[in-house]
């Protein structure tokens, strides 16, 4: 008996020394968050999880001397995998030969979810220290963000009490419901990864599509549309002008962020086919669209419905 207590004594001194060791301020765990994303390598297994539907990947992350280094490689379903090469993104979907290139700007991937400054997100988030528990195997801190206006969804967070690598993240609606939920089910942090990880695994040949999604970039300014009714906190990250197909015409895309949650606005040419108004969801994201004049405006992202209408209902011609 004395001895199965001082092993339960001990294992509790040792979590208590381990979580002794991390901050006790809740941004500053997220900066520690956010530093351990870009900063670490790891390799893992990941679900995600929105309704319904569950999507298994697997992941390794490299940093060295020459920069950040990502593949991310779906394990159920149609094979998709996603390489990043610093600041390039591609994406190869096998099964149809397309590759998309895109840029890492606006994007917000799993476990790397937070803003390189999270900081500033105390304005419209009510930030707090959570429960400390298990997560793939590991000690882990929550930290909770509650938005103060109903124009953002609530997170709730998880990270290693030893790294501050994210191991799990929840998006949840305004009664505490998930929307969607990312979390390891396995995870080795700070490991050597071998560059080999996070080359492209499919073989990509002279039949395969390229497709370059990366735009233009252009100026706000220049692009001939207001947008009035802008939600505080959520600045514009991207502005871009995007070569879409000849029937569709230019498509000027321009992406709002407050760090966590991002708001996408894209403005094209009303085709018969894309011409329908309302409000429909994908997933986690909610869509909105409405028409002005020959235009179809589309608003998409991860927030409350009534956001993305209200942006939506400010996007206006500039008047000459």
């Known amino acids: 008996m004395k001895r199965i207590f001082c092993m339960v004594a001990a294992s509790v001194a040792c979590c208590g020394a381990a979580l002794a060791q991390t901050p006790a301020d809740p941004i500053t765990w997220l900066g520690r968050i956010s530093s351990a994303a870009h900063k670490l390598n790891y390799t893992g297994t990941f679900t995600y999880q929105s309704g319904k539907n569950v999507e298994t990947s697997r992941i390794a992350h490299l940093v060295d001397a020459t920069g950040e280094y990502e593949r991310l490689e779906t394990l159920d379903g149609s094979p998709r995998e996603v390489v990043r090469s610093n600041d390039e993104v591609q994406c190869a979907l096998p099964e149809q030969k397309l590759l998309i290139v895109d840029q890492v700007a606006g994007r917000r991937s799993f476990p790397a979810r937070l803003p390189r400054s999270p900081a500033d997100l105390a304005e419209h988030y009510r930030i707090r220290k959570g429960e400390v ?144 108004s309302g409000m429909s969801a994908s997933g986690a994201f909610g869509i909105f669209r409405r028409t002005v004049g020959d235009h179809l405006i589309t608003v998409l992202g991860e927030v409350p419905p009534q956001a993305l209408m209200r942006v939506a209902d400010g996007v206006e011609m500039r008047k000459r």
């Open 133 to 276: 528990g298990r997560v793939a195997g590991m000690e882990s801190q929550q930290i909770i963000l509650e938005p103060k206006d109903d124009m953002r969804y609530g997170h709730h967070l998880w990270a290693d009490a030893a790294s501050g690598l994210l191991l799990r993240a929840k998006l949840v609606n305004d009664k505490g419901e998930a929307i969607e939920q990312f979390g390891f089910t396995e995870v080795t942090i700070g490991n050597t990864v071998d560059k080999d990880k996070v080359r492209p695994r499919f073989v990509r040949s002279a039949e395969w599509k390229v497709v370059n999604a990366r735009g233009n970039d252009i100026r706000m300014d220049d692009i001939g549309w207001t947008f009035r009714n802008t939600i505080p906190g959520f600045r514009q990250v991207v502005s871009v002008l995007r070569h879409t197909r000849k029937d569709r015409g230019q498509v000027y895309h321009v992406v709002f962020s407050d760090g966590l949650a991002a708001i996408s606005v894209f403005i094209e040419p009303v085709s018969t086919r894309s011409a329908q």
